[in-house]
């Protein structure tokens, strides 16, 4: 549905984006996740032909967007961070307006804006002025006007931004349920958000997507393991202290002793050779080992964990 190919742009000296390629399937929701400053935003520009890119392209369902940018704006639906909203129409006339500049009429846009009342949650504001309209509403107001032509790509900039918590499920729900028939890119700087909706995430620092898959992917796709779980039927002391000569483990943490048995949470700085140091110590000591298992990285130490094999920002 999305193909970029070499996607670059300069701002001048600046460059956001360095050669960004990647595919998306039909169907598919894709979280862009990065710091702020990352090149998600100019990213989604360009996918929608709000600029054009220094160097390379991108297609739209087949459509180039260098090449026929009108044909893939036709299927595309594009919430900015800052929603195109005017301030001084109602929002039953704004989305009208919205329609119509899509081709919709008649039947048609009444049927399509009936749907996007009821899936933006807006009914209670629609027929108020939008300068009236809190950051929130706003923000359903900018997504309702990205869905009213019923497009096959949506594109999405920080859509929960400046909503509360249950319109914030309100709206992942929806994004969910859009994406039986529609792909999905949405942007975010908060890992729960990403890791709620997306099928699979692209994770982009300093104009270069530095990973991507499903959430588990990224989690088995970390280059190292190493946190462990210990369990040693044995005193707590003794065992801290053997724990201290172990050259392998970077840090060591006390959680709960019972029936005579101390849990450790371990960080190792080789996973391999802790495993081999552990095992020995047990076996010299003559300690009865109740648990060694390793613990899967959460999304937030293999977010950390990109950004720092990622190359020093520069000044």
Known sequence: ?????????????????????????EREIIGLLGPNGAGKTTLMRILTTFIYPTKGT??????????NPLAARKILGYLPENPPLYIDMRVDEYLDFV??????????????????????Q???????????????????????????????????????SGLDPMQIIG????????????????????LQEASAVSDR?????????????????????KSVNNNF???????????????????????????????????????AKSGEEFLRAINQVVKEKNWTLKELSPQEPSLEEVFLGLFKKAEPRQS
């Open 171 to 190: 709206i992942r729900k929806l994004i969910r349920d859009l994406s039986r028939e529609k792909t999905i890119i949405f942007s975010t700087h908060i």
């Open 58 to 67: 991108a297609s739209i369902c087949g459509y180039d967007i260098t090449e």
């Open 99 to 120: 329609g119509r500049s899509r081709g919709l009429y008649s039947t048609e846009l009444k049927r399509r804006k009936e749907w996007v009342i009821e899936a933006t």
């Open 201 to 221: 995430l692209l994770i982009i620092d300093q104009g270069q997507i530095i990973a991507q898959g499903t959430t588990n992917e990224l989690k088995k796709g």
């Open 229 to 267: 779980l210990v369990s040693i039927q044995a005193n707590r002391q003794e065992i801290e202290s053997a724990f201290k000569t172990i050259a392998a483990l970077e840090s060591f943490s006390f959680i709960e002793e019972a029936l005579h048995t101390s849990r450790f949470q371990c960080l």
């Open 122 to 160: 807006i009914r209670e504001v629609y027929k108020h002025t939008i300068f009236e309209l809190s950051l929130g509403y706003r923000q359903r107001v900018g997504l309702a006007q990205a869905l009213i032509h019923d497009p096959r790509v949506i594109i999405l900039d920080e859509p929960t």
């Open 1 to 25: 549905m999305i193909e970029a190919k070499n996607l670059t742009m300069h701002y001048g000296a600046t460059r956001a984006l360095n050669n960004v390629s990647f595919r998306t399937n």
